[in-house]
């Protein structure tokens, strides 16, 4: 087993995707037998401690010697990050007894065979990064503070219908999802410089916010012909794979070849078709061929892959009908319903315009949009493509004490029809009715509201009349660009007089164009010393009789210009003048030092991700992340159940792998689970620790006052380190790593 450790994520992204587009749960009747469930839970408090057994690098001694380093180079520096929440996702199967399903103008009798999906996220994060420098020429005391909370959830119920012969007739789908994510940011205190007489305060706030959900969505399908997918997937043998479609796409090109018949004989040749001349040409390329009598000519194709019973396809009229070969299976009309809502909301707040030249909130911008959405449909069009890899070789599981012999395989964890049933109803949630707004939409137009808020460019106008037009282009006070163009005149001699004006109706600039002609174009250049709104005026005046023929005005908004505050000025004259490039370097350096006594020590070195099949029901049921290392040349189960082939992980992740009894358990335990309270145990989320740094750092501040006496920075950092990420981690490594390269840079 020589897989790439790249594939190891695979099928679970796979899973993930899938379950990233499900929906609402229905309990399983009570009366039901034999269930078979599995799934996994993941609790993320335990990130930081996974990220250790799995790269052998202590998060929190790095963490400290970050800050530690920033000290000794004289910058106070903590940070601190606290993550909790849980994800869980569970899978269930069963058959639900038999009914007479509606089919074809008759009834057959068909198995529910039930699949319930059932995801539940849930996490809180809160971060705060306190620093503090200063020289006599310039520094900083500042507090950036960062959260985020959100909730996914899904529940999908999917019944499929299936005879006595494994034949699957059509499926039903019901569905729900709640998507609702927020975040915040804060930066607060203050630039200085000339020993602290200079002082620019900050306060910057962010706040945005995304939800969207599928209260309901269902929907049905049935297929036009019996599909015999299950009786391929009972035949598939250890080493090969399969593949499976609905629909056709109606825009393929197929490139047809045609063989004169009295020139060419097409034969199949076990594989292929092969198409020889008795002069010896040989074509063995061919997957599809078409033998037509009345032409006496074969037409072949190979833009449909290889399948063994194309065998027969000389006895297929296809390509005179202009239709294709049957690739796959059909469905009816798509048909059913959803009802969705979505909301948006930005907010940003303290940007110092001030200090440039622009009016105090001039930069606060807030967008925020909802609506709500329901609607039915019968959609002609309904996609699949799925498929599986089945590789040769059997192992035993274990489940509620009890055995099964499965197969490792690459494919969906949830049934082909699920799969794809979930993509076409979301697309259609997701798309609404024509003209209701979608999430895309809300984004695109909150998003375009804000920069038109942020922007401080330039402005233009058009004005045409009968003999006369005129264009505006602002790109700033110095750059008003105004273009004119007259016609149809009597030849003669005439005027155009271009006047600029202000808000105020104050004359900023003139000019004059004379010309002799029956035509005329051409374009002044003018400046203003003011912004606002700006209004053109051109006359077209006939000079040989001494009378207008035409007055157009255009007007537009003069941008204003960026006028940085002399306390601007200083500060970034202080922090060019002070002995900021020696402190970071010296931070790059201290950081060196301190970290090049880490080194990663990863336990494995190779892995793979596979879902488990069983051939006796062929179904998933469960999935598998198996690891190795070259020095123990062994194989083992890092997520999942426990098997025979595969022993237990010497270093672990603290994901818990439910099967069996074990997992319709969890699944009753969390389905009533949807708030974020419900989900996350806000008493182990151990914010206290951020909130009193951040209060004292505000409080400090907002006073004037310096460290609390008695308390060091150094004392501040002991024990102060709840979660820690790995992102941020990294990050602030990758900083020091840069700091570090700038002074052999200048060398």
């Known amino acids: ?56 690098l202590p998060l929190d001694e790095i963490l400290a010697d970050v800050m530690q380093s920033a000290d000794d180079a004289g910058i106070d520096l903590l940070i601190l990050e606290e993550l909790t929440g849980t994800s869980s996702m569970i899978i269930d199967q069963y058959e639900d007894g038999t009914t007479m399903l509606d089919y074809n103008g008759g009834t057959v009798e068909v198995t529910k065979h039930v699949t319930e999906l059932t995801v539940r996220h849930g996490s809180v994060a809160d971060m705060a990064i306190i620093t503090e420098w200063s020289d006599a020429r310039a520094g900083w005391d500042l507090t950036i503070s960062g959260s985020a909370e959100g909730v996914f959830n899904v529940d999908a119920y999917y019944i499929e219908y299936r005879d006595a012969d494994d034949l699957l007739y059509g499926h039903d789908l019901e569905m729900s999802m709640d998507a609702d994510q927020s975040y915040g940011f804060g930066l607060q205190g203050s630039l200085q410089a000339q020993d602290g007489d200079k002082v620019m305060p ?84 061919w997957y599809y061929c078409e033998y037509y009598s009345s032409f006496d000519t074969y037409y072949c194709t190979d833009d449909f892959d290889q399948n063994d019973d194309w065998a027969n396809s000389l006895d297929w009229t296809h390509y005179y009908d202009e239709t294709s070969p049957s690739m796959g299976d059909e469905a009816e009309p798509h048909q059913g319903g959803f009802s969705t809502s ?17 009016p105090a909130g001039e930069w606060d911008v807030s967008a925020s949009d909802s609506a709500t959405d329901s609607g039915v449909f019968d959609d002609e069009e309904y996609l699949c493509e799925m498929g599986i890899e089945l590789f040769e070789g059997t192992q035993m599981i274990t489940t509620d004490g009890d055995q099964i012999e499965v197969m490792q395989a690459y494919t969906s964890p949830l049934p082909w029809g699920m799969t794809c049933h979930i993509a076409n109803l979301f697309i259609h949630a997701f798309e609404g009715t024509d003209g209701a707004p979608t999430l895309a939409d809300m984004v695109e137009d909150s998003t375009e509201e804000i920069f038109e808020s942020l922007d401080n460019g330039g402005d233009e106008a058009y004005a045409e009349g009968d003999y006369l037009s005129l264009e505006m282009y602002i790109s700033s006070q110095d750059q008003i660009d105004v273009y004119v163009s007259a016609w149809d005149l009597d030849y003669g001699d005439y ?36 912004w606002g709104e700006h209004c053109v005026t051109a006359e077209l005046e006939d000079t040989n009789n001494n009378t207008i023929i035409e007055t157009l005005e255009v007007c537009a908004d003069v941008p204003q210009e960026m006028e940085p505050s002399q306390l601007l000025e200083d500060i970034v004259e202080g922090f060019s003048e002070s002995t900021l490039d020696n402190v970071m370097e010296n931070f790059g350096e201290n950081l060196e030092y301190r970290l090049d006594g880490y080194e990663a020590d990863f336990p494995y070195d190779d892995g793979d991700m596979f879902v488990l099949w069983d051939t006796n029901s062929n179904m998933v049921v469960g999935f598998q992340m198996v690891v190795t290392s070259d020095d123990s040349n062994m194989w083992y189960t890092l997520i999942g159940p426990e098997s025979d082939s595969y022993g237990t992980a010497p270093a672990q992740l603290s994901v818990k792998y439910f099967s069996g009894q074990q997992a319709i358990v969890q699944e009753a335990e969390i389905e009533d689970d949807t708030t974020l309270s419900d989900l996350v145990d806000l008493t182990q989320h151990n914010d206290d620790i951020i909130e009193d ?14 460290e609390t006496e008695g308390e060091s920075t150094e004392e501040t950092e002991e024990g102060l380190l709840p979660f820690v990420s790995p992102i941020l981690t990294l990050a602030m490594i990758a900083i020091a790593g840069v700091v570090a390269s700038l002074q052999s840079r200048k060398d």
């Open 495 to 530: 005027e155009i007089d271009i006047l600029l004006t202000n808000s105020d109706g104050i004359t900023e600039g003139f000019d004059s164009l004379d010309f002799s002609d029956s035509y005329y174009w051409g374009n002044s250049y003018m400046s203003s010393d003011s």
């Open 202 to 285: 900050l306060n910057i706030q962010m706040e945005m916010g995304v939800d969207y959900s599928v209260n309901s969505a269902e929907s049905s399908v049935l297929y036009t012909e019996p599909s015999d997918i299950f009786q391929q997937l009972s035949a598939l043998q250890g080493g090969e794979d399969l593949g499976w479609e609905v629909g056709n796409d109606e825009d393929e090109y197929v490139y047809w070849r045609d063989f004169d018949a009295n020139d060419w004989t097409c034969e199949w040749n076990g594989e292929m078709y092969d198409c020889t001349t008795d002069d010896g040409w040989d074509y063995d390329w």
């Open 342 to 358: 979505t909301g948006f909301n930005f907010e940003l707040t303290g940007l110092p315009a001030e200090e440039l030249g622009f």
């Open 1 to 56: 087993m020589s897989k790439s450790f790249s594939r190891i994520n695979a099928v679970l992204l796979s899973l993930l995707l899938c379950a990233s587009l499900l929906p609402q749960n229905v309990a399983a009747d009570e009366t039901t037998t034999e269930h078979f469930a599995f799934g996994m839970e993941y609790d993320w408090s335990d990130m930081d401690t996974d990220f250790e057994s799995m790269t052998g």
């Open 693 to 706: 740094a951040l209060e004292e750092a505000l409080a400090e501040y907002n006073d004037g006052e310096g």
